[in-house]
């Protein structure tokens, strides 16, 4: 356990030494973006620090407005509504979804945030699973993160194709880790989901990528309606409304960066040499490294990594971050390091 008292950016201090830092979530490097963190501060002197009361309430806030129609737009989904935290996201969807759903299905691991009891796996031993292709006529709701766990690829959902019409089928996607990252100018996948389903619906933490604490919820608009008439979201105070004005206000930032980051995955690509024990695919910021001890070989060269475990009995997840903000300097001290032990 490292503790830190400022924002890990690329550059992170420990005990007065100072090293590279590959890890976190910031993939678009904007918390320490100067002009990011500018207009945050404008908004905060114009919308106040929160804003406690309801959604609902008769008072109305046009950044809401702003903020949710350059998400939808963003991601291209007939409406979008943000929330306090993906969390609360992925709670408000279930809920709702748990109303008339007959049963849950999930494609390989899935969040917390969407997890569900008595959710069956849609795959059985590789094979879709049978309860999906009975004739039983019902609405069942797929559930499965835009990239899985230790993955570097968007998932693939064509086995979908499969399940029996006589299914109604609404699919939930979490893009905590795709939005801002994948897709045309890091719209996410959402857009690119063309299956023959009744309903598709995108959730997200807006903390990841896009550099602000909370959660978008985007569908189409008889869905995003029955959100907003939940109890929880009615009682709930909403995503600080300085943040929400700062995502219609940042859409030419996250341009900039988003075309930093493409363009830093791309340099490491053409330095990286790949094996089954380092996964990087060079659309997605993460790499996945399964290296004894990489990560103290590392820290010894000054770089720390992402090293944690999700479950307390799970093997510990060792996680290379590149964000916009790495500079050609640092990634080729990276991977001279990892193709140097490679080669051992």
């Not at 950016?9 to 590959?22: G, V």
């Not at 903020?67 to 291209?76: N, P, W």
């Not at 790949?274 to 000054?302: A, G, H, Q, R």
């Amino acid at each position: 356990m490292m503790k830190v008292t400022q924002f890990p950016d690329r550059i992170i201090e420990i005990d007065q030494e100072q090293y590279l830092y590959f890890g976190g979530t910031a993939y678009l490097g904007l918390p320490k973006n100067t002009m990011f963190q500018e207009l945050v501060v404008k908004n905060i002197l114009r919308w106040g620090t929160t804003y406690g009361s309801s959604r609902s309430a008769n008072i109305k806030l046009t950044a809401y407005d702003d903020g949710e129609l350059f998400l939808a737009q963003h991601v291209k989904a007939a409406a979008a509504v943000t929330v306090s935290s993906g969390m609360l996201a992925g709670k408000l969807v279930m809920d709702e979804l748990r109303k008339d759903t007959a049963c849950f299905f999930h494609l390989q691991e899935i969040h917390t945030a969407i997890k569900t009891p008595n959710s069956l796996p849609v795959l059985i031993n590789g094979t879709l699973n049978t309860r999906l292709l009975d004739n039983a006529v019902e609405k069942i709701t797929i559930l499965a993160d835009a990239v899985p766990s230790h993955q570097t690829k968007a998932i693939d959902l064509s086995i979908l194709k499969e399940i029996s019409s006589c299914k109604e089928i609404t699919l939930v996607i979490d893009e905590s880790h795709s939005l801002g990252i994948l897709g045309e100018k890091g719209s996410g996948i959402y857009s690119s989901i063309h299956l023959p389903i009744q309903r598709k619906i995108m959730l997200a933490s807006l903390g990841k990528a896009f550099g602000l604490t909370g959660g978008v919820i985007a569908s189409d608009t008889s869905f995003i309606d029955r959100i907003k008439n939940l109890d929880t979201f009615v009682s709930a105070a909403g995503m600080n409304p300085a943040f929400v004005q700062t995502l219609a206000d940042a859409e030419e930032i996250y341009k900039i960066q988003h075309q930093k980051l493409t363009e830093n995955l791309k340099y490491i690509d053409s330095k990286l040499i790949k094996n089954e024990n380092i996964k990087f695919d060079k659309t997605y910021p993460l790499i996945y490294i399964e290296i004894e001890s990489i990560t103290e070989v590392l820290k010894e060269n000054n770089i720390i990594i992402a090293n944690f475990r999700y479950q307390e009995n799970s093997k510990d997840i060792n996680r290379i971050v590149v964000t916009a903000n790495h500079l050609k300097e640092d990634l080729d001290k990276l991977t001279n390091i990892l193709n140097a032990f490679n080669s051992k």
